[in-house]
């Protein structure tokens, strides 16, 4: 997710706000227009009405209205209707030759700010979209992956400021959360609560342990679909973009080494991934400088402890993530919601949408 659109929607919001606000108080020129296209139909609607006025008089005298000449023997009541239709036609021409200057940004301010306002207000209190763009959370999210962000679970925040003004909660352990990347706010990242603050994270051969108890774990059996094996790898390896088909060669080397178990912390419960014979954690720059346990162990064993207000998130890929342990803690402010649900998936290239994963995230 290395794209907020929120950087352009918001700011576009807040300039039309602006012109609307300043129309609306001061120039009125949307108003002008506004008025002026109802006087053009009203205009319209009596030449028509004239019109037919006319023709219905000239029939009862019998005469034929598109060659009325008015003479001093025409009949009183074709002679007042002519004229009504000459006075229509001439306020209508008057109209037409008289429009008031068409300004396209005030027009836009109108018609568009409405939608924008909901948008926006929807986006940034209630619920947000993402796209997955990593396997970093297989299985329990895969690439293509389109999700709903509860924008209520950790506080309301401002748009583009992340300031929070209403509390409304706090993440819990297990919970998959969207944040803003520590070491780039404008790349946003989803990954799951492991630890809150104050929480020791222990890790122990294959086991986590939150304050010295070992969160549940068993080995289960999983199989992943041939389409989500072959986009498994990602597109950039060491800063150079492989194609599709290596992607594909790689994903489908990998996955016979793969070991799945399901771990249940607190009220979520879940499966990672992990690989036989890897060891991501050896080379975590972050446990490097903060857990002594972890080189005394080759990468084995670590742990850590939860400083306030930060947490300690990881990928369910556990040795295809880049997460806490290479970066760190989470602050609260980086924060945006709690992902909730997959509403659609759809595969790279020219295919259709899936909604065979719709359904809630645990």
Partial sequence: MNFDINLIIVPVTL???LIWLVDKFFLKK???????????KDAQQQVKSSSSHLNSVCQTHQLQADALVIKEDTPEAVRVAHQQHQVAQTQLLQLQGNPPADNMLIRWAYEFLPVLLVIVLVRSFVVEPFNIPSSSMVPTLYTGDFILVDKTSYGLRLPLLHTKIVETGSPQRGDVAVFRYPNNEN????????????????????????????VPTT????????????YLAPQIINGQKITDEQRMELGRS?????????????????????????NMAAYAEFLQHNSPELSASAGKQWKITVPQGQYFAMGDNRDRSQDGRVWGFVADKHLSGKASYIWMSKEPGLKLPSFE???AID
Avoid: C, W
């Fill in 254 to 278: 990998e996955e016979p080494h793969a070991l799945y178990f399901q771990e249940t912390l607190d009220n979520h419960q879940y499966k990672v991934r992990y690989l036989a014979g890897a």
């Fill in 15 to 17: 300039v039309f706000l």
């Fill in 219 to 230: 080995a289960t059996q999983y199989q992943m679909s041939q389409s989500h094996i072959d």
């Fill in 357 to 359: 994963r719709v359904g």
């Fill in 187 to 214: 790349i946003y990242y989803v990954k799951r609560i492991i630890g809150l603050p104050g929480d020791e994270i222990g890790f122990n051969n294959g086991v986590l342990s939150v304050n010295g108890k070992p």
């Fill in 30 to 40: 949307y108003r002008a227009t506004k008025q002026y296209s109802q006087a053009l």
